[in-house]
């Protein structure tokens, strides 16, 4: 392994607080807590190590920058340390990691840019602790709805305000994180695919064009509680029996649609609570938390619409109540087709196979692209596993990647 | 309302740590808690009132009796304090109190018994806390597995044992609190009927000739956790999708058994948990707890080996592994017939109205019948509502229940 390949792994490891990257039970850095904290100091020491200066802003955003001349445009480059519970290494740490070893290469070679140029470390990206992703990105665009997230707790009832005021910052300032469409120039965010079709291609680099943003629904169904052994079967309002079709439904349909429509779509229950979970009671209440995903708005909202619709069946068949909620529903991401030209040429010059894509999941870039012009690059990981333990990229993924930056840099900057 | 009836209403508060019945919330005392002990002290004044000594046993039942010689046989009387999570103030409240009632009775018409009568409150019968009902009549008659239970959890993570010793007792001597058959002479259970029978046919009173215990399975369907926005549909090993018909199956079948069979049966998918319950992640893995209860076992174990089956075609059909747990398999218990004409004779000459019927519920009662004789009378519950805060019996049900213990007592004792 080369020289550059070296110090990838090397520092893979520090920014996952980790002396292998075999690590069986995975990595837990939740949003807003020491562990995530501690990888930000990690970064923050590699950042220094190449001479880089660096700051937190309010949001807890981790920032190391490049400067050249204060009044210079700045290209900010990043992703995010935080992970989902037993989570992968390489999820948002490769985009920080290749955006740190891009730089690296180009100081080596005493480049000269005339732009600034900064990496971002964006807070609590994933949505498992809070329900909420890509929070530090939000901050910086400035579409936090502050007011509406205060008060949401994770599984141990403590609030993001609270969460986020134990980690040393202040809740009253976290929308100054937010800059100004002159303050930076542009984005570029590096990733794991999270997905097969680089690997099935046999392809180094993805370019994407799309990011398709979920509608997330909460579907709560309310039957009667009763007593197990005492209540005959035809005089119960049992909510999982009722609910347990909308499961099926949802799957079957989906497959359908692709079957049918030329743009893809998926759709997960992928949240469950069930009340009052006892064995001797029928279950009273359940909670179903509902993904769907397309690029393809219109179809998206289209299935939202007719899983509401199955659930006037559901009521109507089997006497329980249904109130339907909509979490999120947001407008799917187009990248800017200027950026993702250059992309495709300097991969082409580089003789690097790509791949121009759309992304099933939503990175911290969709939120940046409200207010600048964005890329993604997407590299392949091991048969598209991620959010697990083995998820896993090799090495020279990462290297690959970084050649790409460091060369849009050469270009760019 | 008499004066038997303002007692009745004064005690059931005071053993519920209410001021008022009509609590929204309900009440929650789950076994071995500070709230199910605080119960056993308001249980030990009344005794005390009553002229009745008290003492706890070595497994925290809570003891009270009327002794007239020491060396004549024993009858006792008696149900719980504890309750499930939110549940209702007359599920095993009723059956102690109206013990003592009718000792109350007894002792006011300077009635003179030849048997020493006792009255117990046996700790921890609900599954609520630890998936384990009837703990302390199964130490009392000597079946409880010890060495099984000791490290089961309760939600906390708190083991059983260690919640036996933070109550002050010694999880080495609970199995001393077991009975030889020559210590009693039978046993009597009062209990709500928590169903309907006794409403819809405007009976006062249930004498219980057997009782439906249960077979509880656990089964676990594994699955791949994965993305839920990069995985397509078709590539997809969902464990909540290939378990969701698992849960029709079980409804569907068991009201078919219903149309078919003489013996009755039901059915229920009561707990759930699904992994990892991320919004982003497809779910790798989930667990149904299965109950099934029929007084024909046969009937019951054939309802099991179906599910069995089942679960067999689904790991074909979704390419997902099932592994199945038999937690309970209990024999169903029959009561004693003599007793039971006693009790039918009695309220024939009290003249009130009353059913011969089966339990659908377990009850202490059906551990003690594994070394006395035994009984087990029901009196009615509003809508046989019960295990939720608005279960309801009205005072004259419970004195209605008083009476015919009196009576039985005066016969018997």
């Given at each position: ?77 990043g ?19 290749c ?92 990733h ?28 709560k ?73 397309s ?46 030209d ?61 050649i790409?930056?460091?060369k ?6």
């Amino acid at each position: 392994m080369n020289q550059l390949g070296l110090w990838i792994k090397e520092k893979l490891c520090e920014l996952n607080l980790t002396e292998s990257m075999n690590t069986p039970e995975g990595f837990t850095r939740l949003g807003y807590t020491n562990e995530e904290f501690a990888a930000h100091r990690h970064f923050i020491n590699i950042a220094r190590e190449l001479g880089l200066t660096t700051y937190q802003d309010k949001a807890g955003n981790q920032w190391a920058v490049w400067t050249v001349d204060t009044k210079a445009p700045t290209i900010a480059m990043g992703s995010h340390l935080d992970t989902v519970h037993n989570g992968g290494g390489y999820d948002g740490v490769v985009g920080v990691l290749c955006a740190l070893a891009s730089i690296k290469l180009l100081k080596e070679k005493h480049f000269k840019p005339k732009k600034n140029i900064a990496v971002i470390c964006f807070i609590s990206e994933e949505s498992a602790r809070f329900g909420i992703s890509t929070i530090g990105s939000k901050a910086i665009v400035g579409t936090l709805e502050k007011q509406k997230l205060a008060d949401i707790t994770d599984n141990e009832g403590i609030t993001i305000k609270k969460a986020v005021e134990d980690m040393g910052l202040k809740w009253e300032q976290i929308d100054q994180a937010e800059l100004q469409k002159s303050e930076l120039d542009q984005f570029l965010e590096l990733h794991i695919e999270q997905g097969k079709q680089l690997q099935e291609n046999n392809t180094a680099i993805g370019i994407v064009k799309g990011i398709a943003c979920p509608i997330r629904l909460l579907v709560k169904v309310s039957g009667v509680a009763n007593h197990t052994g005492t209540t005959p079967m035809n005089q119960r309002s049992d909510a999982f029996v009722a609910a347990a079709p909308l499961v099926s439904y949802i799957n079957d349909e989906a497959l359908k649609v692709n079957d049918t429509e030329t743009s893809q779509l998926v759709a997960t229950v992928s949240t469950f609570k069930l009340m009052p979970n006892a064995m001797s009671i029928i279950p009273g209440e359940v909670e179903l938390g509902i993904d769907i995903r397309s690029v393809d708005d219109e179809l998206k909202r289209a299935f939202a619409n007719r899983i509401k619709k199955y659930c006037l069946e559901i009521e109507r068949k089997h006497n329980v109540s249904i109130s339907i909620t909509t979490l999120v529903d947001n407008q799917s991401v187009l990248l800017d087709n200027a950026l993702n030209d250059k992309l495709i040429n300097i991969c082409n010059e580089l003789g690097v196979k790509t791949r121009v894509m759309d992304s099933g999941a939503g990175h911290d870039v969709m939120n940046m692209a409200r207010k600048w012009p964005v890329g993604l690059i997407f590299i392949p990981c091991k048969d598209g596993i991620s959010h697990q333990p083995d998820e896993y990229a090799t090495i020279d993924n990462l290297i690959n990647g970084t050649i790409v930056l460091e060369k849009y840099l050469q270009l760019e900057a």
